[in-house]
């Protein structure tokens, strides 16, 4: 059987990753989530996602310094 993919959901909004949260456990994916930019990147340093969902609009940390930090680490991930 296939393992489910690792999706990082990063986001500044608490309403936006309870809902995440709760769909990935019936999918059961496993899906570490980040609340805010800041957290995001310190969740990208200690592992690597087989995709990033990001808020564009975030205080602090962006959704396009996510997007930097996710292609430095490997070009070949999908950030949405």
Sequence with gaps: MATAPSILVIDDEQGILEPSASCSRTRASTSPFAQ???????????S?????LTDLKMPGVTGIEILSAVRAQ???????
């Design 36 to 46: 805010g930019g800041k957290a995001g990147l310190e969740q990208l340093k200690g």
């Design 48 to 52: 690597a996602p087989d995709i990033v």
């Design 74 to 80: 490997d070009p070949e991930t999908p950030v949405i």
